[in-house]
């Protein structure tokens, strides 16, 4: 694990991060400014403008920081319509109104009232963004959910719950909001202990899940639809929230979910936390997780999920970082820091993990091993892990410097442009480091402690590749692939041109060579052409001389000589001529050429390679490797599609090939016995296996039927 150090213009802790795409970063700091920050580049990091705040601060003789938004609480990001309307929005410390950014142009765009007047101690403590990029929801500390249109900066709809005062969503503060990947339900968390799913375009409470504690913080999954909510418990909980498959487990007279205490995937000790209020209404459920993580034992700050669903990430106020794997339930590892952990985020392609940390202006960069072949490890005790030194996080002498700098200005609106230009070269300096190399400092999965994850599964894997014997199997590869196979001569006939392309004389362009790697043909220069020519013919001339010296020579040689002249000339000894060749270099080169690779691993016998080659082929190569000109090579590939069809592994490209093989070479095989017996051996075996299979089928079919009309 490798951990980069960045430091990208802010003079205060950093709070927020996030990735807005592969290359840049969104950071919000308490030095009251948003900035977008590339990974690789420097020159490209920028702060977004919050108008003009020197300006104003010049005229009104106060210092620019007091004249900034207030601190970032919490925002939300889409590319869905980055140059159309707002793509970011961000609330800030007291205060409920929340500030729409036109990220494209660098600058705040407009802010989002609440739609009635509400108590001033009221703050926006939650955000979030449709999938379509169009609208906005805010979740306020009083529990009223809101939809804007980002478009025209107005009300779009409110969620209302039944049952509740004053037509609020929540009875407590929202603490998260989250848009599915349909972009047709909205998911709210509240500090009251309820998930909520909400119909979009109408407003309508579809269902209400009862956790038992009060939720702080949360992560969403789009791709599976899992909710991680961390609790006031110290752990975090995985809910599937999908509407048609979530389980509960009662109605209303259930009891709250069970409170931390030992397990299998942390040994934290049990906190003191309360469960909230039994659910308020008959219709509400008591929500059974499908993961319970413990481990933690001070208030969880930030919990993500990883992009491939299999991690799990949570931080707290203990200065720990927990990594979970989801599907075996088990701790992968756990880093130990100075401060805590405020704020992380996922690089879009899982290559990087990007934390702040309380009292640092920096964003470190973790890499992530696995991404590069390393092998995943768990924590088998948990007790030697947490004995180890604290992890030192990069850290340089120009940070500490920076700790004591002040903002001189935005450097957002170009009549300020040459005013700050000194002070955002001062602030957007960008340091790289590596862990230090110390051993007491480092951590590594071989270490005591740490185990294997690939050991864990073994036995499972073990216990599959058991049960495989007998079954037929697919191979992983789309279907319109194979689909596609036994239909290629329709398909060419449809993709032909209906005329040839028109050629187009452009005698601007420099004319390329017409060999398989195209090359620039460049005229020759002429006096560079003529002393080509002078050379050649010099060379002409001294040939033949020589040639005239030989035969010569050779005459002289048969007068004396008799027949061993003769016997010399045909061994190659006389002067100027080269023994015969036999064959030509080009037959040699057609002949080599005519044994494909996917051919020349069927006549090794190596059926595994083939197979590997023949399904990453696409279905045009597919064809013509099936074009073959000789009856040995239809009996190999005959013998191949047994050898699979016997086995019953890619069942679906052992069919596909097989009709387009005997499509092909039908005729060729009624003609040959040999192959025609080969085929009838073949045919014989795919009446058997797909006997079984059929028998299978219609015996799921019919039980499938049977449940249905039973319900």
Same mark, same amino acid.
């Given at each position: ?40 580049? $420097? ?74 007047? !509400? ?159 039994? =659910? ?121 410097? !920076? ?47 740490? $185990? ?33 196979? =036994? ?109 494909? !690779? ?96 059929? !028998? ?16």
């Amino acid at each position: 694990r490798v951990s980069t150090q960045s430091t990208w213009g802010h003079w205060k802790p950093i709070t927020n991060v996030m990735f807005a795409n592969d290359n840049v970063t969104i950071t919000a700091s308490e030095d009251r400014t948003v900035r977008l920050n590339h990974i690789y580049s $420097e020159r490209l990091n920028h702060e977004l403008s919050q108008g003009e705040v020197d300006k104003r601060a010049r005229a009104q003789l106060v210092d620019p920081y007091e004249l900034r938004l207030p601190p970032v609480v919490d925002m939300a990001f889409t590319a869905a319509k980055l140059r159309t309307c707002a793509s970011l929005l961000t609330t800030h410390e007291g205060t409920d109104l929340v500030y729409a950014w036109r990220v494209d142009h660098a600058k705040r765009a407009f802010h989002l009232r609440p739609p009635t007047v !509400q108590p001033v101690e009221t703050v926006a403590s939650s955000v979030c963004m449709s999938q379509c990029g169009y609208f906005g929801y805010v979740g306020l500390s009083t529990g009223l959910v809101t939809a804007y249109n980002l478009q025209a900066a107005e009300v779009r709809e409110r969620y209302f719950a039944p049952g509740l005062a004053e037509d609020r969503a929540h009875a407590g503060s929202v603490t998260g909001l989250r848009v599915n990947a349909l972009n047709s339900i909205l998911i709210s968390s509240s500090e009251d202990g309820y998930v909520k799913l909400w119909k979009r375009g109408d407003a309508q409470l579809l269902h209400s899940l009862f956790v038992g504690y009060a939720l702080l913080r949360s992560a969403y999954s789009k791709d599976n639809d899992f909710l991680a909510v961390a609790c006031d418990d110290h752990s975090i909980r995985l809910l599937d929230v999908n509407p048609d498959h979530f389980t509960v487990s009662g109605p209303a007279a259930a009891t709250p979910a069970a409170p931390a205490s030992s397990g299998p995937s942390g040994s934290g000790s049990k906190p003191e936390a309360k469960p909230t209020a039994a =659910p308020s209404a008959a219709s509400d459920s008591v929500v059974q997780p499908i993961r319970h993580f413990r481990g933690h034992t001070k208030s969880i700050t930030a919990v993500l999920l990883a992009p491939n669903n299999t991690l799990l990430l949570s931080a707290s106020e203990d200065c720990t970082l927990r990594v979970y794997h989801i599907a075996t339930h088990k701790l992968v590892d756990i880093f130990k820091f100075e401060e805590h952990v405020t704020s992380m985020a996922f690089h879009p392609n899982n290559q990087f993990l990007a934390t702040t940390h309380a009292g640092s202006n920096t964003v470190h960069l973790w890499t992530n091993m696995t991404k590069y072949g390393f092998l995943p490890t768990i924590v088998k005790d948990e007790e030697a892990v947490m004995n180890r030194p604290i992890q030192l996080l990069p850290s340089t002498t120009a940070d500490k410097q !920076q700790d004591h700098m002040h903002a001189g200005g935005d450097g957002d609106s170009d009549d300020e442009a040459d005013d700050n230009d000194g002070d955002e070269e001062g602030r957007s300096s960008k340091k790289t480091s590596t862990l230090a190399t110390d051993p007491a400092n480092t951590i590594s999965p071989d270490d005591a402690g740490y $185990e294997v994850l690939a050991n864990l599964t073994k036995p499972y894997r073990e216990h599959l590749d058991d049960q495989k014997e007998g079954l037929i199997t697919f191979s992983s590869t789309p279907k319109p692939k194979w689909n596609a196979l =036994p239909n290629m001569e329709l398909i060419i006939r449809r993709n032909r041109p209906v005329q040839p392309a028109k050629v187009v004389k452009a005698p601007f362009f420099l004319p390329t060579s017409t060999d398989l790697m195209p090359q620039w043909v460049l005229p020759e220069n002429p006096a560079k052409k003529r002393r080509v020519k002078e050379a050649t013919d010099a060379d002409t001339e001294a040939n033949a001389a020589d040639d005239d010296a030989a035969a010569a020579a050779a005459e002289n040689s048969d007068s004396a000589d008799g027949t061993d002249a003769d016997a010399d000339a045909d061994a190659g000894d006389v002067v100027g001529r080269k023994p015969s060749q036999s064959g030509s270099r080009l037959l040699k080169n057609m002949a080599e050429a005519a044994t494909t !690779q996917f051919m020349a691993l069927l006549m090794h016998g190596r059926y595994d390679k083939a197979m590997s080659l023949l399904v990453a082929m696409p279905a045009a190569k597919i064809d013509v490797e099936l074009q073959v000109e000789q009856d040995e090579e239809v009996a190999l590939l005959l013998t191949f599609f047994e050898h699979y069809l016997r086995a019953g592994e890619h069942y679906e490209v052992v069919q596909a090939c097989l009709h387009s093989l005997l499509k092909v070479h039908g005729q060729r095989i009624t003609e040959s016995p040999t192959l025609a017996k080969q085929v009838e051996q073949l045919q014989a075996l795919h009446a058997e296996h797909w006997g079984g299979l059929q !028998q299978q089928l219609g015996y799921s079919i019919c039980l499938l039927r049977s449940m249905t009309n039973s319900l």
